[in-house]
């Protein structure tokens, strides 16, 4: 590769160039969408389909086979999504690559299907990388996301794949780091800017909610522009630094190290992840079991303790705890609101701290009073 320096377009005229693509092609990337979510859509209802099938014929007999059966189905259903997720982003790159020519989303799709697994694996291969690279800070794992961000255009307009693609997009950033970095966020500041702005001000409430989602409608139709504006940045920087053919031997052993380090590590967070969810399923399993609020009595738990795990539900999802305790009834985290067995009376209860605790206590008519909160070693009055 030459050493000098790389000369690039400023944002401006990157911008322009992509606006002229994104008038022509805008339709085409919006037709790219409107396949995709009706490809998604139809992939959901499948996998949903087979789940449900599943849980028919396994909900009265689970056992190590079938739980090993719904892992592979869950398994499997995870690679469909890659996979597809992977065609779509072929495709928008497709019809931008391919701008100058005619064909619209169908073609797109047609010519990225051989771009999917090479594409796949590219994006692994970087993941591991990147991974590996954030085991000595996140610093060094951002600048390597940084260098591998064209490694998708690099799979689908040069064809090349693995290591090649991966280090064809860092050498663009080579003596040219912070200009390429600069080209790449400029476009977005301005719509950063603006969300920014609306937020804060639909926050001091001068400006209605509804505004958020003209910004977001807006938001939708800049997407074509944007995929418009990395080609074309990819474009001048693969003009001035054509494709290597070859990696060198010594940054294939750097990026194999890092890869492999990337590897372990992702195999390391998942047996700790496995664990703590071995660890954990029990707990959840025998709590859900006993937490059954139409059968509190039959399942031994006392009447506070009850309510106190429907408070600690409640608070869970909003954030605070209910001002009564009818709102556990209305929320569904009980069927009833329980009452004390010796006297049949209901427990006095009240929100504090702004509903960030809660204080519960023994009926009017028991005397001396008891009372627990958030806080309290034991759940039971």
């Not at 790449?184 to 958020?212: C, D, H, S, W, Y």
């Amino acid at each position: 590769m030459a050493s000098e320096k790389l000369v690039i377009p400023p944002p401006l005229a990157i911008a322009k160039e992509a606006w002229e693509i994104y008038k022509k092609r805008f339709w085409n990337v919006v037709g790219v969408f409107l396949r995709s979510i009706l490809y998604f859509l139809g992939y959901i209802l499948a996998a949903a389909f087979v789940g449900f099938v599943l849980f028919r014929i396994f909900s009265d007999r689970w056992n190590i086979f079938s739980y090993g059966l719904v892992g592979i189905f869950a398994i499997a259903v995870m690679i469909g999504f890659v996979f597809l997720a992977s065609w779509v982003q072929a495709a928008y790159i497709v019809v931008i690559r391919d701008w100058k020519k005619d064909g619209g989303a169908k073609e797109a799709f047609a010519h990225a299907q051989k771009y999917v697994v090479p594409l796949i694996l590219t994006s692994l291969l970087a993941g591991f990388l990147v991974f590996g690279a954030t085991f000595f800070l996140i610093l060094p794992g951002l600048t390597f996301s940084l260098w591998f961000s064209f490694a998708s255009y690099v799979v689908i307009c040069e064809e090349k794949r693995g290591f090649l693609a991966l280090h064809t997009s860092r050498e663009f950033y080579r003596n040219a780091f912070w200009r390429v970095w600069w080209r790449q966020i400029a476009v977005r500041i301005p719509e950063m800017v603006v969300a920014f702005i609306i937020g804060f001000m639909i926050t001091q409430k001068t400006l209605p909610p509804e505004v958020n989602g003209l910004y977001q409608c807006i938001s939708f139709l800049l997407i074509p522009f944007y995929f418009s504006y990395s080609f074309v940045l990819y474009d001048k920087l693969i003009s001035k630094r054509p494709a290597p053919h070859v990696v060198s031997s010594r940054n294939k052993n750097w990026y194999l190290l890092f890869s492999i380090l990337g590897y372990v590590l992702a195999i390391v967070m998942g047996i700790l992840v496995f664990s703590t969810a071995k660890e954990a399923l029990p707990k959840i399993a025998s709590f859900i079991d006993q937490y059954d609020p139409n059968s509190i009595s039959s399942q031994g738990i006392k009447p506070a303790t009850a309510i106190v795990y429907g408070l600690i539900s409640y608070h869970a999802s909003y954030g605070e705890y209910p001002t009564s305790l009818s709102e556990l009834v209305d929320g569904k985290f009980l069927a009833t609101i329980p009452v004390q067995k010796e006297t049949g009376f209901s427990y006095q209860y009240s929100a504090e701290k702004s509903n960030q605790d809660f204080k519960l206590c023994t009926p009017k008519t028991v005397k001396p009073k008891k009372c627990l909160t958030s806080t309290s070693r034991s759940f039971d009055l």
